[in-house]
């Protein structure tokens, strides 16, 4: 496994690999893994990959001047060791000068899709992920990119920056792994301490009785979030940023019960913020 610090060292190893035939699948993630950022090195492999980068970076362009950048989670030696286990080929570690120029003034803009939602509440976040997703992209010229539908609104985003900017890489995105309660995996689950964690599942249960409501027949959007804050409510100490039901491409309120449909969800537990999100698959209408 190639430890690459610089741009320069992973193009050099992915070129290596390139003219040997070998298809590149690029994972990026900011560290501190779990069985979901896992999943998605083997959900590269079943795609096809036979060479896998895994990048690492926490990338201050995503984090706003309020957010967790500076107390992220990070374990590089533990990381280093289930990258090895998985036989990744190319762990793509960068400082933050190695990946931004200093003097740097291009960006890149997620429009539309930056400002709702998620966006709404953390200004700047899917811009930051845009440019450092490009970025990545133009650094390893993968031919598969794996992202988790865990952050929904980041693979839209991401979705729609490959088609727009003509970005020459299949995108897949993996399902979210849970744990038994319904949590979903994340390296922000360590901040919760014991009893926060034990409250942490109403997320996903609120998130249920939503798509429950929908798939029983509810074509109310107001009635499915209402449905959606009661569950919530029955949770002392939790601060919901939202509870939503919207359409899974614009992540605005939907216009159409037969399309495809999304209930996608922020609470606070403690200085702890916590996201989820469950698709619902709609047959009349892709
Ligand atoms: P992160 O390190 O949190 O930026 O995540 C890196 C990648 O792993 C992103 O594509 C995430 O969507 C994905 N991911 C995070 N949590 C999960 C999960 N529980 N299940 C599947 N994928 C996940």
Redesign the pocket.
């Known amino acids: 496994m190639i430890v690459a610090r610089t741009i320069e060292e992973t193009r050099v190893a992915v070129a290596a690999a390139r003219a040997q035939g070998l298809r590149v699948a690029l994972?990026?993630?900011?560290?501190?893994?779990?069985?979901?950022?896992l999943?998605?090195i083997r959900e590269a492999r079943k795609t096809g990959a036979t060479f896998i980068v895994v990048s690492?970076f926490v990338n201050p362009k995503q984090f706003g001047p309020s957010e967790d950048f500076s107390r992220y989670p990070r374990g590089e030696e533990r990381d280093r060791a289930l990258l090895e286990s998985e036989s990744v080929d190319v762990i793509f570690m960068p400082s933050v000068e190695a990946m931004y120029l200093a003097g740097a003034t291009t960006t890149v803009s997620a429009g539309r899709l930056s400002k709702v939602l998620e966006g709404e509440r953390r200004p700047g976040h899917f811009d930051g992920v845009a440019v450092v997703v490009l970025k990545l992209f133009d650094i390893v010229q993968p031919d598969i990119a794996?992202?988790?539908?865990?952050?929904a609104q980041?693979?839209a985003v991401i979705d729609r920056m490959v088609r727009d900017l003509d970005v020459p890489v299949r995108l897949v995105?993996?399902?979210?792994?849970?744990e038994h309660d319904g949590l979903?995996?994340?390296?922000?689950n360590s901040y919760l301490s014991p009893e926060e964690r034990k409250l942490a599942p109403v997320l996903h249960r609120a998130l249920r009785a939503g798509e429950e409501a929908v798939t029983h027949g509810v074509e109310n959007v107001d009635e499915v979030e209402k449905l959606m804050h009661k569950v919530a409510a029955e949770t002392p100490g939790l601060d919901v940023d939202y509870l939503a039901l919207v359409d899974p491409l614009t992540f605005e309120r939907p216009a159409d019960f037969r399309r495809n449909l999304l209930v996608a969800g922020a609470v606070r537990i403690g200085r702890t913020r916590l996201i989820d999100n469950i698709r619902i698959e709609r047959k009349a209408i892709p």
Not at 29 to 37: A, I, N, R, Y
């Open positions: 994972v990026p993630t900011m560290g501190f893994f779990h069985e979901g950022h999943s998605l690492i794996v992202f988790g539908r865990k952050d980041q693979c995105f993996g399902e979210t792994i849970r979903a995996l994340s390296s922000r």
